[in-house]
Every structure is written in structure tokens, then in C-alpha cells.
């Protein structure tokens, strides 16, 4: 299982505001990889905390549950993506060149942090209720910033869709769907699988290229 941009997550590890204790850092960085790797009914405490390098029962200090684990990731992992999205909508050009940025780190970010991305993205049936529903908010606000921006296009006279809210499904599945297969191997790197998937999703809005 390859390595994630975990520490993007929660920065302690590299000078961030985050003061967790560092044995619950090990924690999240083997619950990430086990649930990746299993899914998350098939791994179990021991599993996590075999990953972390501690015993099952110091697993308990920090959380009280491989759900509350889950928990903390997707909403995180989908706390970030949001991040990501926020600052590409509300950046410099006009809503071409915005959302042109926009797909290009979306799905840069979903290849690179492709481990945490398939966790927070296809183990959302496991979560909570209550958990579930903190994370389908930052999930609705992402769909809404993506939402937005192809307005501001339409409005320009630069998109033409015929509806907004299911074309900005598509452009946020496009993206997600890179961490289902993007491997180490894969022929592309990140930042050049943005730049196409960029141009697919112009012309997929109707963007004069």
C-alpha cells in the first residue's frame, strides 16, 4: 500500500497547530491503510493498532472505537478537499481559468492522497449517523462551491449545461473516481492527469476551447 500526504491532514508532524499525541497520529496513519486495504468491516481494533505499532487495548486510550477512527478521517479528508475547491472557486480569472485550477488540483489531490481519498469517498456507508451526516454537509458544500462556479460560467455565456447541479456531480465524480485506480505505476503523474482531466471537464461544460 503506498504512502499518503497524511500530515496534510493533521499537520502536527510537521510544525501545524494540531497537538494531538503522536501515538494517536500512528493511529490514523494505520487506520487509513487498513481500511484502504480491507475495507473497513473486514479490518479489526488489532489490525489498526498492529499497523501502529502498539498493543489493541492503547488503541482505547486514544479512541473508543475503529468507527470513531473513521470518523476523524472522512471528515478531514473531505474538510481539505473543500479547503482545495474554496480557494481554486475563489481564485484569480474568469470562471474558465478558475475551474480549468479547480479540476486540475482536485484531481491531482485525489491521485496523490489517493489512500485517504478512497477511504473518505467509498467508506461512507460505515460511518455513524451522526458522523455520516457532518461529513454529506462539507460533501454538499463542495457539490455547491463546483455548483457556483459553472453558474458564474453560464452566466458569462462561457458553459452551456443543461443543468448545473448534475453537471457539477460530474465534474467532483471525475475527480474522486482517480483514487479508486491511480496507482505508483500508473503512466501518468498527478499533476499531468490534472491537466488533461482539466480539459475533458471545459469541453464537458461546453467551454470554447
Do not use: C
Not at 499533476?191 to 471545459?202: M, W
Amino acid at each position: 500500500m503506498t504512502s499518503t500526504p497524511i500530515a496534510d491532514l493533521w499537520p502536527a508532524q510537521s510544525g501545524g497547530a494540531d497537538a494531538r499525541p503522536e501515538a494517536a497520529y500512528r493511529l490514523l496513519r494505520a487506520a487509513v491503510e487498513s481500511f484502504a486495504e480491507r475495507g473497513f468491516h473486514a479490518t479489526t481494533t488489532r489490525d489498526i493498532a498492529t499497523g501502529a505499532g502498539m498493543s489493541p487495548a492503547a488503541l482505547y486510550i486514544h479512541y473508543p472505537s475503529k468507527a470513531a477512527l473513521l470518523a476523524e478521517i472522512s471528515r478531514a479528508g473531505h474538510a481539505a478537499t473543500l479547503e482545495l475547491v474554496r480557494a481554486a472557486a475563489a481564485g484569480e480569472g474568469d470562471p474558465v481559468a478558475r475551474m480549468r485550477h479547480l479540476v486540475e488540483e482536485f484531481t491531482a489531490w485525489h491521485a496523490r492522497a489517493r489512500t485517504v481519498a478512497r477511504v473518505v469517498n467509498y467508506e461512507l456507508h460505515a460511518l455513524p449517523q451522526d458522523d455520516y451526516a457532518v461529513v454529506a454537509a462539507l460533501r454538499l458544500d463542495i457539490e455547491r462551491e463546483v455548483a457556483a462556479l459553472i453558474e458564474a460560467g453560464l452566466a458569462a455565456g462561457a458553459f452551456a449545461v443543461a443543468e448545473v447541479r448534475t453537471a457539477a456531480r460530474a465534474v467532483t465524480s471525475l475527480g474522486i473516481d482517480v483514487s479508486r485506480w491511480y496507482t505508483d505505476r500508473s503512466s501518468e503523474t498527478p499533476e499531468e492527469l490534472g491537466r488533461r482531466y482539466g480539459e475533458l471537464v471545459l469541453r464537458m461544460l461546453g467551454a470554447a476551447l
